[in-house]
């Protein structure tokens, strides 16, 4: 196998491509990957606006890439009385943006190095690094007679 096997994808389109632009496409907070295959290495880069490195957790086990993130808003809103939750700013009648999380796992091929993965984010943009083990040739074997 010589690329990426994204376990998601069937999961994370197939709802996009059935149901319209406005209802959910937006709201499953799974970021979009771009991957490219060279001679030495698989380059992951994912965009990630408004997170920091600290808000991104990235795991290898068992040749499966983990990416994943979860945050959320601290504050604090102890009263559910209308007269308290109202306050000069205003009242909330909408609050989407308290939290996101998301996470993609994606199966790697078998000439990949797990030790000498890296990443690197920068301007909201997460980048990881797979390098290619160099394949054995095939050998031919000798037989001897008996």
């Keep these: 196998m010589n690329e990426l096997s994204l376990l998601d994808n069937f999961f994370s389109n197939a709802l996009e491509d059935t149901l319209p632009d406005f209802t959910f496409r937006g709201s499953f907070n799974t970021p979009r990957v771009d991957v490219k295959e060279n001679k030495d290495t698989y380059t992951l880069e994912m965009d990630l606006p408004g ?11 068992h040749n499966v890439l983990t990416i994943s993130s979860r945050s959320e808003e601290n504050s604090e809103e102890k009263s559910s009385d209308k007269k308290n939750a109202q306050n ?3 009242t909330w009648l909408i609050r989407e943006r308290r939290e996101s999380e998301f996470s993609r796992r994606f199966t790697l091929p078998d ?10 984010f920068k301007n909201g943009v997460l980048s990881v690094s797979i390098p290619r083990k160099l394949q054995a040739a095939p050998k031919r074997i000798a037989i001897e007679a008996a």
């Design 111 to 120: 000439d990949v190095d797990g030790e000498g993965v890296t990443a690197t």
């Design 51 to 61: 997170k920091t490195e600290k808000d991104v957790n990235l795991e290898l086990d």
């Design 88 to 90: 000069d700013e205003g």
